[in-house]
Structure formats: structure tokens, C-alpha cells
């Protein structure tokens, strides 16, 4: 149980276009899922806390409007890279607890975004 | 402000040896403590966890060692295996159940 899927796994795209990754919940629901930042050799950093029914809660730094995150039901959350640039490209994880209020967090597989 | 951090980046172990990973937390206020494993490219996947109450939890080849009066936690691998070779983080459960890792100790097994 508690599987967490992330599409797509690997995207290159052209800068100044913008990409987005679907985070799904298979056998669980979630109210909430964390989006979180990963560079090569480095530690996660979380970006995001995605809100079923309201506003994601951004963390310091991270640009809510280059960032667009939707919760659209209890087993999705999507991350927008809007107008991506080389910048951006970095490895993308969300992650979601397997009950509500549990602290205990579950990942996804990661999506490699490159812009070129 | 407060994080949690790895005092090795790097750890080499012989197969069949056993492994410690060790992190150091700065914030006391901290109750529930978790390990990851992470293989490349892949997202992290959970190995044990542990609340502030107690200090020593075991699960199939791991132990989990919580020392709350220097706020210091390790991570025990028994018989080290090839498929063990990963980078390992410990995350705090921060504040509205936000996570907080350290940065990473990558363990490499040596046949």
C-alpha cells in the first residue's frame, strides 16, 4: 500500500514553455501532498505543500506564479513549471501520507525535468 | 533556523559488514524522526522512523538509534548488502507535518 505515482518520469523541454507533472495517490487518499526540489548530489527541498480544496502553501523563495500547484481531487496534485528555463531543470519528487495527519510521507518516483 | 544534518558524506563498507549512518538534529523540539533511502533517479523510499519517546526501534536489518541528550540519531544496516548502496537521509517532522531532511550520506558496499 501507500503507492505514489508521478508522471511524466522524464521530460526535456524548449525555454519559455511551460511543463506539467501529475502526482497521484493509487490506493490512498490525500488531502495533502508535498512537492519538493531535488540538484544532484543534494538533499530534498521542499517547494510546496499542496491543499485539497485551497491554496498551496509556498515555502519561502519559491515563486508561487512560476510554480503553479492544483490539488483537483483526494488522489491528484499537479505542478506547473511555468515558462521554464535552463534554471528549472532539476529532479521533481511530491510525496503525500498515507492518512491524514500521518507524518510518515511517501514518494513518488521523481520526474527529471531538463530545459533546454 | 533549525536542520538536521549528516556528519558523513561518505561511508564505504565491505559486504557483509555492518553499516551506521549517522545525522545530527538542532531542533529539540522534534518528536518523530524518519530514514529514507534513495537510489538513483528514484524518489526516496521510506526504511523506519521513530518518535522522541523512545530510543531504539528495529525493523528487518535495521535499527534506528535516537540519543535525544546530544540530539543525535544513527542508522544501523546489518550484514551490508551490494543492494543497500544508496544515499540515506534522515528527515525531522517540522512544524504542520512538514518534513526537513539532511543533506545525504551516501553508502557504498564493497564486494
Known amino acids: 500500500g501507500a503507492v505514489v505515482s508521478q508522471h511524466p518520469s522524464r521530460v526535456i523541454c524548449k525555454s519559455g514553455t511551460s511543463v506539467k507533472i501529475e502526482c497521484r495517490s493509487l490506493d490512498f487518499q490525500a488531502t495533502t501532498m508535498f512537492w519538493y526540489r531535488q540538484f544532484p548530489k543534494k538533499s530534498l527541498m521542499l517547494m510546496a505543500t499542496?491543499?485539497?480544496?485551497?491554496?498551496?502553501?509556498?515555502e519561502q523563495g519559491v515563486e508561487k506564479d512560476k510554480f503553479l500547484i492544483n490539488h483537483a481531487s483526494l488522489t491528484l496534485s499537479t505542478l506547473t513549471v511555468t515558462s521554464a528555463h535552463p534554471e528549472d531543470s532539476s529532479f521533481y519528487i511530491c510525496?503525500?501520507?498515507?492518512?491524514?495527519?500521518?507524518?510518515?510521507?511517501?514518494f513518488g518516483p521523481g520526474t527529471r525535468l531538463l530545459v533546454l | 533556523g533549525e536542520s538536521v544534518g549528516l556528519h558523513l558524506p561518505t561511508l564505504s563498507v565491505q559486504e557483509g559488514d555492518n553499516s551506521i549512518i549517522n545525522c545530527a538534529y538542532s531542533n529539540s523540539a522534534s518528536d518523530y524522526f524518519i530514514w529514507y533511502k534513495q537510489e538513483s533517479g528514484k524518489g526516496p523510499q521510506f526504511i523506519i522512523d521513530?518518535?522522541?519517546?523512545?530510543d531504539k526501534r528495529q525493523g528487518q536489518r535495521v535499527t534506528v538509534l535516537l540519543n535525544k541528550t546530544v540530539k543525535h540519531l544513527s542508522l544501523q544496516i546489518a550484514a551490508t548488502q551490494p543492494g543497500d548502496s544508496a544515499v540515506y537521509f534522515c528527515?525531522?517532522?517540522?512544524?504542520?507535518?512538514?518534513?526537513?531532511f539532511g543533506a545525504g550520506t551516501i553508502l557504498r558496499v564493497k564486494s
Open positions: 521513530i518518535r522522541s519517546n523512545m
Open positions: 510525496s503525500a501520507p498515507p492518512t491524514s495527519g500521518q507524518e510518515t510521507q511517501y
Open positions: 528527515a525531522e517532522n517540522d512544524y504542520g507535518n512538514k518534513l526537513v
Open positions: 499542496s491543499n485539497e480544496g485551497s491554496k498551496a502553501t509556498y
